[in-house]
């Protein structure tokens, strides 16, 4: 299987939440369907029902948390340093038309959330970032047509 690069914040963030979901979600699930249980007639028992579904969605997320984690390839951006755009990259753009800036971190796509700045290694901004280097201007085909950046700093932090 192939390993996915993620940053050491965006993996702990996945352990807290797995931790969380077998320590305390699981066991609660757990115990409210023992509970709808005693109620009587499973068949038409809409607690126990809908707490058999709460416990499916929580296994779910638990099997893709643990298979997120173990294809993890955590790599500390804290001990990297380039001129060019890479994983773990601080990126401020500017787009040549609107003179807007905007600053993204690349990131694994487990931990990517554009409205909180940090863009998947995947995402076609950053594909399009890979490599190159301040001053450097990059074009992306967007479904509102063709938008070109202007790359105004790298950072590594």
Do not use: W
């Not at 990297?80 to 800036?101: K, P």
């Not at 940090?118 to 509102?144: F, T, Y």
């Amino acid at each position: 299987m192939e390993k996915h690069p993620m940053t050491p914040e965006g993996y702990a963030k996945l352990q807290e939440e797995l931790s969380g979901l077998k320590s305390k979600d699981r066991p609660y699930i757990i115990r409210e369907i023992a509970t709808a249980r005693e109620h009587g007639d499973l068949s038409e028992n809409a607690e126990y029902h809908a707490a058999k579904d709460r416990q499916g969605m929580i296994e779910l997320r638990i099997s893709v948390l643990e298979s997120t984690i173990g294809l993890a390839e955590v790599i500390d951006i804290s001990n990297l340093s380039s001129d060019h755009v890479q994983f773990g990259a601080t990126v401020t753009v500017i787009d040549e038309v609107s003179e807007e800036e905007s600053t993204y971190q690349i990131v694994g796509a487990e931990e990517a959330d554009v409205n909180e700045g940090r863009l998947s290694i995947s995402a076609p901004l950053a594909r399009a970032m890979i490599g190159k280097s301040e001053g450097d201007s990059i074009e992306i085909n967007a479904p509102g047509g063709t938008r070109n950046y202007e790359i105004i700093a790298i950072k590594y932090n």
